[in-house]
């Protein structure tokens, strides 16, 4: 796990050591920098393999490759093999040089063979072509800034603000977007100039020219419908033991996030018996009764872990410009501060750690997923008549005190709430499954936006009116394609981002067992019915922890992992921050936002709503972000 950084067609021989320091807190271990007339490749390295070689940037024996990698490719043994069985001859043990010397053999097709999760860059002296490449997942960031003639990259955004000679015009579009998601999707990024390139993409630039090539996608939905359930879970379980098993090659020591759910719990089971060590297991909890950690300590202890624990309390939202810095893009979602805090607990003693994030997003976990599941069957047998005249007067009579009863979040759900549930009645009604999808994970929704932007704002909108879509194909409304709407963005721009983000800033290295291409793949193989069955997620999944896990910790019910923050703004340094960053002058200094909607906003925020208080942090965020990457502002050091 590393950072990577780089530019071509820039005769600047200071500005890659620039860009490289702004990637230190990514690779504490070493350093190392190449440069070659306009092209220049920088590298810092967190060492997990092959700690006394791996050195980068790294050449092949003739100079005629050069290379910066980030990530790790889990099956780099077998490709080492291969390669022997050529002639190839090596010089380290590095994963970094097996990917360098299959480049070197096969070219952009190696990417085929690749298991790991990756971003790499790979500067070819003869051609003078650089040649990008991203993981399928999405697991790895890899960004870039394309000028006339000239291009730069790395794995955050914050090494590209190091070259001064390009417009840092904000993209209205991503601010609107990020309101909406909590994060920024698909390609864009919070500045007009910068973009992501797509996870399972790759890049050529040369002579100015850049192309963009994309080498993998998701298979068509439902392949695995012939085989038997048993055969499928023995599938499942062997891919689930194979992926694990990979992600525990290391010459450091290891551990895992354990809460108390199904996810994490399956990964440490397996770890368990995979390993000849006691697993080391970390969670956090929130001193209130919905908090998981009960049931986290006593899988831990069920399954032998040497279990450690953390509380996060109100005083830990001081870390938020933190998060904000090391995040490089807003990521306006309160879970990111626990797990910021703890990565950086999980360091004092491991290096590497696995954990459960993309069974949800594979198996169909998700409350919404059921939620629109069971729309398109209300939608499909109860008559538009019924609907309209006694299916939304019941919801409008309902006091929300009652509707909090069907809610999965420990929290109040509260007027806005209920506003937002008679609301999704009206997008059902429309048959739009992209619209009900982009409705039920919209923290600021339609309604919301009606009023929260200055008409200035509102007038960059509408000169360039672009929202974030679905691609075409993705609109088919089988279950398939609601897990696919997320996938191509939920993932790689949010719950990906995070564990990057989080696990870098504190030189830890996350992995991810349920994204193993092979194993995303045979997920999204499977029949509906084998991931949601009479609305209960993760069928077969279940089915899978049934065998590996207690039966306590296998049949326990999906909990949200929630953050109260609905608590924590009762409290008087939080109250602080937020009337700092969300006070008048403030908002009028931004000019995004009317000043009488935030007022509005904070007024509210003693009800203690659930969507009211996630509104108002991922508002703090936001400005934390512009007051870090636009004003230029040290918040990471002066805590606003």
């Known amino acids: 796990m590393c950072g990577i950084c780089g530019h071509m067609g820039i005769y600047d021989s200071q500005l890659i050591e620039r860009m490289n320091n702004t990637l230190e807190h990514r690779g504490p271990d070493d350093a190392g920098l190449f440069r070659d007339a306009d092209v220049a490749l920088g590298h810092r390295r967190l060492s997990i393999i092959d700690l006394a070689g791996g050195h980068q940037p790294m050449e092949t024996t003739d100079g005629s490759l050069?290379?910066?990698?980030?990530?790790e490719i889990y099956n780099f043994k077998?490709?080492?093999?291969?390669?022997?069985?050529?002639?190839?001859?090596?010089?380290?043990?590095?994963?970094?040089?097996?990917?360098?010397?299959?480049?070197q053999q096969e070219g952009a097709s190696s990417l085929k063979k690749l298991n790991g999760m990756f971003a790499f860059a790979i500067f070819d002296r003869k051609r003078r072509e650089l040649f990008l490449a991203r993981d399928r997942i999405g697991i790895k960031p890899l960004c870039y800034l394309e000028l006339p003639g000239r291009l730069l990259f790395a794995s955050d955004p914050k090494a590209l603000l190091q070259y001064p000679d390009w417009s840092r015009d904000i993209n209205p579009h991503a601010v609107r977007d990020y309101l909406a998601l909590r994060y920024v999707p698909g390609q864009q990024s919070m500045f007009s100039a910068i973009q992501h390139l797509p996870p399972g993409h790759f890049m050529r630039y040369r002579d100015g020219n850049c192309e963009i090539s994309r080498y993998w996608s998701l298979p068509s939905p439902g392949l695995g419908g012939h085989h038997s359930e048993q055969s499928n879970l023995e599938e499942l379980e062997q891919l689930l033991e194979r992926s694990v098993s990979r992600r525990l090659i290391a010459d450091v020591k290891f551990g895992a996030y354990l809460s108390g759910g199904l996810d994490s719990g399956l990964i440490v089971a397996l770890m368990s018996k995979i390993s000849n060590t006691q697993v080391k297991t970390f969670s956090v909890g929130f001193d209130y009764e919905h908090d998981e950690l009960s049931q986290a300590a006593a899988t831990a202890e069920l399954l032998g872990c040497d279990h450690q624990e953390l509380m996060f309390s109100a005083q830990d939202i001081s870390l938020l410009p933190e998060l904000v810095y090391h995040s490089g893009e807003p990521l306006g979602d309160a879970i990111n501060l626990p797990m910021y805090k703890l990565a950086r607990e999980a360091k004092k003693e491991v290096t590497v750690i696995l954990t459960g994030e993309?069974?949800?997003?594979?198996?169909g976990g998700y409350l919404f997923h059921k939620v629109l599941w069971a729309a398109q069957i209300y939608h499909k047998l109860v008559p538009g008549p019924i609907r309209d005249w006694l299916v939304r007067p019941?919801?409008?009579?309902?006091?929300?005190?009652?509707?909090?009863?069907?809610?999965?979040?420990?929290?109040?759900?509260?007027?806005?709430?209920?506003q937002k549930a008679l609301d999704y009645l009206d997008v059902i009604n429309t048959g739009d499954q992209d619209a009900g999808y982009r409705h039920l994970i919209s923290l600021f929704d339609n309604r919301d936006m009606q009023t929260l932007f200055t008409p200035e704002f509102e007038a960059q909108l509408q000169a360039k009116s672009v929202l974030w879509t679905a691609p075409t194909d993705l609109l088919d409304p089988s279950f398939d394609q609601i897990l696919r709407l997320q996938f191509g963005h939920w993932l790689p721009n949010n719950m990906l981002a995070r564990a990057d983000r989080m696990s870098m800033a504190s030189g830890i290295e996350a992995r991810v067992p349920f994204l193993d291409h092979e194993l995303v793949?045979?997920?999204?193989?499977?029949?509906?019915?084998?991931?949601?069955?009479?609305?209960s997620g993760k069928y077969l999944l279940r089915k899978v922890a049934k065998r590996l896990l207690p039966k306590v910790t296998a049949n326990r019910k999906k909990m949200p992992f929630y953050v109260p923050m609905e608590n924590y703004f009762q409290d008087s340094n939080c109250i602080e921050m937020m009337n700092d960053l969300l006070g008048e002058q403030s908002v009028r200094r931004r000019g995004i936002f009317r000043p009488e909607a935030i007022a509005q906003l904070l007024g509210a925020i003693h009800h203690k709503e659930f969507i009211l208080a996630k509104q108002v942090f991922s508002l703090m965020t936001l400005e934390l972000w512009f007051r870090t990457f636009v004003d230029g502002e040290n918040t990471a050091a002066t805590g606003t």
């Open 394 to 418: 019941l919801l409008q009579a309902c006091p929300p005190q009652l509707l909090n009863l069907a809610f999965q979040y420990p929290a109040y759900l509260g007027g806005r709430g209920k």
């Open 78 to 103: 077998e490709l080492r093999d291969e390669l022997v069985s050529k002639g190839v001859r090596f010089e380290t043990l590095s994963d970094t040089e097996v990917l360098l010397r299959l480049y």
């Open 521 to 535: 793949e045979f997920a999204f193989s499977l029949p509906r019915n084998m991931k949601l069955n009479n609305l």
């Open 66 to 71: 050069v290379i910066v990698f980030n990530g």
């Open 358 to 363: 993309g069974a949800d997003e594979i198996f």
